[in-house]
Every structure is written in C-alpha cells, then in structure tokens.
Nanobody, 115 residues
Framework: QVQLAESGGGLVQPGGALRLSCVAS????????MAWFRQAPGKQRELVAR???????NAADSVKDRFTISRDNSKNSVYLQMNTLKPDDTAAYYC?????????WGQGTQVTVSS
C-alpha cells in the first residue's frame, strides 16, 4: 500500500518560515519524480515545486525565490523549505509522486499565513 505522509504545516506570521516534509512508503522512492502542489479555497490545485528522480528542480514563478524543494532518498522523503511566507501562500499543501503513469497523492497539510 502506497502512502505519502505530509507534515510540518501550521499557522505562521507573514515573513515567517515553515518546512514541510513528506515521507513515502510502498514505492521505490528513488525512481519517482516528487512534487508539492497547493490548493487554496475556491482555487484550482497548482504546482508549487518539483524535483525529478535525478535531482533537477523547478518551481512556480510565485515561489521560486522563496521556496526550495529537496529530497533525501535514504529517508524516502521530500521537503519544501518555505521562507518569507505571504498570506497568499495560505493553502493545503499536497505531496505528489509520479513514475510514468503511476501517480500518488498525500492527504495534505494546511499552511496558514496570517498575523
């Protein structure tokens, strides 16, 4: 059974930082491209950042100067370091794994940026 378990969300003030973690089980983690998506109320789910099995990364223009995605294959984990958070970053953040047509989602972790 495949599981993607996110953690690290919470309430943070504007300008603050959070680090999200996603631990995968039930897959050969190292061969999967991993990504973080987010979905705010009333909006479509959007890609935040992606890291390939080979370690190449890309991020949405709205976050690329503030967020960093990384992975640790020895821990079956992918991370999202989020700095200088803004109220517009408020959303549920989802971990995503993809290998060809095999795709999996986590349950999500809520990030709320508010004073």
């Amino acid at each position: 059974q495949v599981q993607l378990a996110e953690s690290g969300g919470g309430l943070v003030q504007p300008g603050g930082a959070l680090r999200l973690s996603c631990v995968a089980s039930g897959i050969t983690f190292s061969i999967y491209d991993m990504a973080w998506f987010r979905q705010a109320p009333g909006k479509q789910r959007e890609l935040v950042a992606r890291i390939t099995s080979g370690g190449r990364t890309n991020a949405a223009d709205s976050v690329k100067d503030r967020f960093t995605i990384s992975r640790d294959n020895s821990k079956n984990s992918v991370y999202l370091q989020m700095n200088t958070l803004k109220p517009d970053d408020t959303a549920a953040y989802y971990c995503h794994a993809r290998w060809y047509t095999n795709t999996y989602w986590g349950q999500g972790t809520q990030v709320t940026v508010s004073s």
